[in-house]
């Protein structure tokens, strides 16, 4: 049974955990020590018996009154053990009243000794203000165990912290290894497709050019009369001109000449004017010229990412009029709508990494220029994708 003795009505001076825990089991010394303590504003708890020790107990005392007979009786063992096993931060400060003489002293004080750090004996009958005091310093030393214990607390909650952030960043690290690995491996892709695309155009359309050239080079040399060398010639000059025309406009193609003279602005309007010619689609562009990005790399992507964007319009949504808009927006940003009025498609399909990879990369590329990629398509709503990303210095734009 645990008897708290005083201040029953009102809230107590001490803080829990510096509860004197007494223990006297012989007369009335328990009670008389509890009263002493309580009217000088201390708080305090009698056991009596076994039954009430317990490392709950032990862990959230200040200190621990008893008197020798305690130490002697046969639960005084079970109050060692529980000493001895306190955690690394607690050593409960002891205050042992007895009153057998200098070799019982000395027996007691090494038979608490080995259980506790800190062991105070009182003779007996012992003064109201040894008995104050030695509370007292009693309880300053547990304040500092408590403060010890605290800091490792935080310590550990500390390193446990960084060792979740350091896995967290790991793993993010990770993730981005990955999304780069993936990304290579895109870009890898596309660069294989353009270069397939560029050699067919050189196989299927120059190079046959250079062949019929080649073999009326060899027909005009076998001529003697002049009146039948002079249409192979001239048939020879306009397949030369042809191959002219196919080489520079796949240079142009490759790196148009106006972007990099003119802007985005003229470029995109230069890339819708060859989409008419090429292709006999409705399309239109209105490009606000005070919208060119600064940074060549963010225009040269602009720019190859609404050639393909108006490309896949020309295949899926045919028949379908085209609309390109480019605008400038505070505080300092381009936004492009490549707008059509096609089948559309269901935007969750983008992430299927089977389809749409194009999508993808440019999708990925606008958020790594720290901008913002947004599809506003469904079925038979058409589509209208938009790119909006900062015009700002190449200090300013991650790469």
């Not at 028949?319 to 605008?327: D, L």
């Amino acid at each position: 049974m645990i008897i708290t003795h005083g201040k029953r009505a009102r809230i107590s001076r001490m803080h829990k955990n510096e509860r004197v825990i007494i223990i006297a089991p012989v007369g009335q010394d328990a009670a008389a020590m509890a009263t002493l303590l309580d009217s000088q504003g201390f708080e305090t708890q009698i056991c009596n018996g076994s039954a009430e020790y317990s490392r709950k107990m032990i862990d959230s005392a200040g200190a621990l009154l008893l008197t020798e007979e305690a130490l002697e009786s046969a639960q005084g063992s079970l109050l060692l053990d529980l000493l001895k096993a306190q955690p690394p931060w607690s050593e409960l400060p002891l205050i042992i009243l007895t009153s057998g003489g200098e070799s019982r002293r000395a027996g007691l004080l090494d038979l608490a000794a080995a259980a506790a750090g800190s062991v105070t004996l009182l003779e007996r009958p012992v003064s109201t203000l040894t008995l104050m005091r030695s509370v007292q310093v009693a309880l300053h030393s547990r304040r500092r165990q408590y403060q010890v214990r605290d800091l490792v607390s935080e310590l550990a909650n500390l390193n446990q912290t960084l060792e979740q952030r350091g896995a967290e960043r790991t793993a993010e690290a990770m993730e981005q290894a990955q999304k780069l690995r993936w990304l290579s491996a895109e870009l890898s892709l596309a660069e294989e497709a353009e270069r397939r695309r560029i050699a067919e155009m050189l196989h299927e359309d120059l190079q046959q050019l250079l062949v019929a050239a080649r073999m009326q080079l060899a027909a005009l040399c076998r001529m003697q009369d002049a009146a039948q060398r002079e249409p192979i010639a001239r048939e020879i000059a306009d397949v030369l001109e042809r191959s002219f025309q196919l080489t520079r406009s796949l240079s142009v193609q490759l790196a148009p000449p106006v972007l990099y003279e003119h802007g985005l602005a003229a470029a995109l309007e230069w890339l819708v004017a060859e989409t008419r010619k090429n292709y006999n689609v409705a399309v239109t562009v209105e490009a606000d010229s005070f919208a060119n990005p600064k940074v060549a790399d963010v225009r040269i992507f602009l720019f190859r990412a609404v050639r393909e964007l108006l490309l896949n319009s020309v295949k899926h949504a045919v028949g379908s009029a085209v609309r390109i808009t480019m605008q400038h927006l505070r505080p300092d940003k381009v936004r492009i709508i490549v707008a059509d009025g096609g089948p559309g498609f269901d935007p969750a399909l983008l992430n299927d990494k089977r389809t749409g990879s194009g999508l993808l990369n440019i999708r990925d590329r606008v958020r790594s220029l720290g901008g913002k990629f947004h599809i506003n398509s469904g079925p038979k709503r058409g589509t209208r994708i938009t790119l909006c990303v900062p015009r700002g210095s190449a200090a300013q734009v991650s790469r």
